[in-house]
């Protein structure tokens, strides 16, 4: 393991988090550390860390938050290197949400018009993965963050709901749009219109948590999942993630969502799938196998001969 990669998870641990994926990464990782004082990034071997940074607000966004979350997923976007990010919550909490003490003082002139979202990334589209490490409270805005991203791995501790029902602040970071496709509209509205918290195991019945975890572990489990999506072949990944998107929020019919899918999802053949297709008649990827990197194991060979 380099040196680098052993201060950046001693720094973890002395943020109180029991962060479990000193494995996952190779001992060749290349590791990057970006401090933007209220959001964290940090840049392992393709898996990239992007943490908000204000355990002493629950991690409320402010707006130099919301300008340095936009700005760290912008560049993730925008890094070859970076293939996955993990969205966390630095000191034991996701996020609670917009910061209210910043709208009682003065409403932010950004927050009157469509721009970026008053939560930061909300109405940025990523090219890739993002998943979300939920501890604590993810409520609000915070759950409108969580909602932003492709995957949540929850802990059984942690709540979510739509907290700001409570004080008359409405959904404007995506969350009338996400949560339904995510969970149904019956669902939606029953947090939406009850401003009631749920806890991770009803959360994981809904399909909100795509994971179920231990107290103290959802950061560790969501760069373990990271790390796995890397092994995949990204472009074919890539593109069936954005026809996904395309199906459920942009195409007007199903034959137009089939055509994007296709014409999406054509290029990709000569660029990944021949090689592919080549790999597993070799024997790779036989019996259920995942992981393509590795070599053919002669059995799995011999079998597929049979």
């Not at 002395?14 to 494995?23: E, I, K, P, Y």
């Not at 760290?72 to 917009?98: R, T």
């Not at 008053?118 to 604590?136: L, N």
């Not at 959904?171 to 496709?181: E, K, M, Q, Y």
């Amino acid at each position: 393991m380099s040196v680098g990669l052993q201060s950046s998870l001693r720094t973890f641990f002395s943020l109180g988090r029991r962060l479990r994926c000193a494995q996952v990464f190779s001992t060749e990782a290349n590791t990057t550390i970006a401090d933007e004082g209220t959001v964290k990034v940090e840049n392992y071997d393709g898996v990239t860390l992007i943490g908000i940074n204000r355990p002493e607000k629950r991690n409320c966004v402010n707006t130099p938050t919301a300008e340095a979350l936009l700005k760290a997923f912008q560049e993730f976007d925008s890094d070859n290197s970076a293939k996955v990010a993990v969205l966390y919550g630095v000191g034991g909490n996701f996020c609670a949400g917009y910061d209210l003490k910043e709208i009682g003082e003065d409403v932010p002139a950004h927050l009157g018009s469509y721009g970026r979202g008053p939560m930061g990334p909300s109405r940025f589209e990523t090219k890739k993965p993002v998943i979300a490490a939920v501890e604590g409270f993810a409520v609000a805005g915070g759950l409108e963050l969580a909602l932003w991203c492709d995957l949540r791995i929850v802990e059984e501790t942690a709540v979510m709901g739509v907290y700001c029902r409570r004080f008359g602040v409405p959904l404007i970071d995506g969350g009338t749009v996400r949560l339904p496709a995510i969970v149904g509209l019956g669902r939606a509205l029953d947090l939406i219109l009850t401003g009631r918290a749920i806890k991770g195991k009803e959360a994981l019945e809904w399909g909100l948590a795509n994971r179920l975890v231990a107290c103290g572990t959802a950061i560790g489990q969501a760069v373990k999942l990271a790390s796995e999506l890397i092994k995949f072949p990204q472009q074919c990944m890539l593109a069936d993630r954005a026809s996904a998107y395309n199906a459920v929020f942009n195409a007007r019919s199903l034959q137009e969502a089939l055509q994007f899918e296709h014409e999406n999802g054509c290029p990709v053949i000569l660029q990944e799938s021949v090689e592919g297709a080549r790999k597993f008649v070799e024997g790779v990827g036989r019996h259920g196998k995942f992981n393509l990197h590795t070599k053919v194991d002669p059995k799995d060979l011999n079998k597929s001969k049979l």
